[in-house]
Structure formats: structure tokens, C-alpha cells
């Protein structure tokens, strides 16, 4: 099989720690994106999720649970239960 040269650019330090992480896993950096480039190709996709950059504890509905929950507690409506009041909860 004819081999071919893949030039990528990346931040230099992600580099470092990407050639470090491959060389404690026996691996040289050649060999591992080959390795992610099978993978791709044999599941037909990405081989682990991408998402939005934002993280989803900030996402609109989250935000929106939080601010009925401070609202609910600045009115006084708090429910108190201990630890163990919860646990036989999760267990009922």
C-alpha cells in the first residue's frame, strides 16, 4: 500500500502531551492517527461524541429549572429532607 505524508497543525502544547500520551501507550504519534483514521472508517463515524462547545449545565432549559428553583426558595417554599429521608426515597 502507497503511503502519503498528512500535515496537521495544532497547538504546540496539545502536540507535546499527545506525543507523551502516545509514547507511555507504546504508540508514536504516526501510529495513533492512523489508528483514529481506521477507526472512523470502520464504525462510519467519529469515534467519540462531539458537541457544542457550551456546556449543558448552562443550556437554556437547566438555566431555566435553576431560576424557578431560587425563586421557589427566596419564597420560602423549601422542602428540607435528610440524607437518609432521601436514600429511602431513592430506594422506595
Known sequence: MAQTTLNVRMDE????????FCQKAG???????????RAVLRERKIPFE???ETDP???ESNMRA?????AQ???GEVVEKTIEELEAMENA
Do not use: C, P
Open 13 to 20: 502544547d496539545i502536540k507535546r502531551e499527545f506525543d507523551s
Open 27 to 37: 504508540l508514536n504519534t504516526s501510529v495513533a492517527v492512523n489508528m483514529f483514521a
Open 50 to 52: 462531539i458537541t457544542d
Open 57 to 59: 449545565f448552562y443550556g
Open 66 to 70: 435553576l431560576r424557578e428553583s431560587i
Open 73 to 75: 426558595f427566596a419564597r
